[in-house]
Every structure is written in C-alpha cells, then in structure tokens.
C-alpha cells in the first residue's frame, strides 16, 4: 500500500518570502500522479498542483512549483512570493495509475501561515 | 466544469441516531464518486467510491454505508453514529481525468 508523509506539521513565513512544503512517499508502482491541495480555512479543498510520474519536468502554476525526485520518492513544494491568501493545510496526495477510480492516498497535511 | 452540492455544511447528532449525507453533482455524468473523511487536523481519509449506480466499493470496515441510487448523486448513511464517526466529510468527483473536485463539505458532530 502506498504511504505519503509529510515531515512539517507547521510552518510559517513572511509575506513574499518562499517557502518549501516537505512530502515524502512510498510505492512500488512506477507510472502514478502526484498533487498539492490547499485547504483554506473555508475548508474547500483545492487543487494546486498536479505531477505526472512520467515527466521529468517539474510543474509549475504561477507561483507555486514542485521538486519532484522520482528515485528519492520526494514531491516538495516551493511557493514562491507568499501571500496572505496562502495561509492554509496544504496536503500532498498520491495517485496509483492502476487505481480503479482515481483513489488519492494523502499525506497529514502542513498547515502554512504567511504573516504580514 | 462540474459543481458538487453537499449539504448540511454543518450536523450534530446524538451517538445511536441514523444519518444521511447527501452529495449531487452537476455539470457532468457518469463520473467517479467519493467520499472522504477528515478527522480534526488530519489527512483525508477514502471511505467509498463509486465508478457507477449502484455500484459501491469500501476502503475502510466502518459504521457507515453508500449508496448511489442515480447517477449523480452519492449518499452517506449510518444507522446508529458513534462517537468516532465526528469529523469533515468531503464528497469528490471525477471523470477519468486524475482531476478531482471536492464539494463544500459537512462538519458532523456526534454528542
């Protein structure tokens, strides 16, 4: 069974500032997709970013973009000039590509405070 | 681009009292269905899915069932709640595409 860690139960950083999201993962398959969720205090789960295992480039959205290791089974994230609006429970997720329905395994979160 | 209704937002309920959360999807049909539970500061956890009516799966042994009488519509029931069955519950959909929306969610409070 597939796990997802992440290390940083908390972090916090100054507004436009970067800050880098730990996540960690473990499987034995080897085509699968990797994701960043946000969950702002409204509760709304949102998705921020999306890997494919595949692809050795990493993704990029904006401001926010991801170190994927593949050998290292690492999948961190990097926003880039934090804002106010970030503050929220980033959750990273693994996708199997073999799944039945696209089941995600998540990780326990890390909740982020951008302070002004 | 579909929407996902889920209500209550928020419920409490007395431990041994039934319960019935209700999702309906928009904009979309035929697509993958979910349920997931997120205990107080803690990951999502995948309790059902559904790739079609009536077609239910379990991921987890729990006090709690599934069921998808229409293709839009998943609903979350218990006949008797415990006290562990508290926390945020989040229906999710898809369509094949690895992209999964979320609805709003609904806090359930078992007293």
């Known amino acids: 069974a597939q796990t997802v860690t992440q290390s940083q139960p908390e972090m916090s950083v100054q507004e436009a500032e970067t800050v880098t999201l730990s996540c960690t993962y473990d499987?034995?398959?080897?085509?699968?997709?990797l994701f960043w969720y946000k969950q702002p205090p409204s509760r709304q789960m949102i998705l921020v970013i999306r890997?494919?295992?595949?692809?050795?480039q990493n993704a990029t959205e904006n401001r926010f973009s991801v170190n994927f290791q593949k050998a290292a089974k690492s999948f961190s994230l990097k926003i880039s000039d934090s804002q106010l609006g970030d503050t929220a429970m980033y959750f990273c997720?693994?996708?199997?590509?073999?799944?039945?329905?696209?089941?995600?395994?998540f990780g326990g979160g890390t909740r982020l405070m951008v302070k002004p | 681009s579909q929407t996902i209704h889920q209500w209550p937002a928020t419920l409490v309920q007395p431990v041994g009292s039934p319960l019935s959360l209700e999702c309906t999807v928009e904009g979309t049909s035929n697509p993958n269905l979910y349920w997931y539970r997120q205990a107080a500061g803690r990951g999502l956890q995948l309790l059902f899915y559904?790739?079609?009516?009536?077609?239910i799966s379990s991921e987890v042994p729990q006090n709690l069932s599934a069921s998808r009488p229409q293709d839009r519509q998943f609903i979350l029931s218990s006949k008797k709640l415990l006290l562990s069955d508290s926390g945020f519950y989040l229906c999710a959909c898809d369509q094949g595409n690895e992209k999964l929306f979320f609805g709003s969610g609904t806090q359930l409070s078992v007293l």
């Open positions: 890997q494919e295992a595949y692809k050795q």
């Open positions: 559904s790739v079609g009516i009536g077609q």
């Open positions: 499987t034995s398959e080897n085509n699968y997709y």
């Open positions: 997720a693994f996708q199997g590509g073999n799944n039945a329905g696209n089941m995600l395994t």
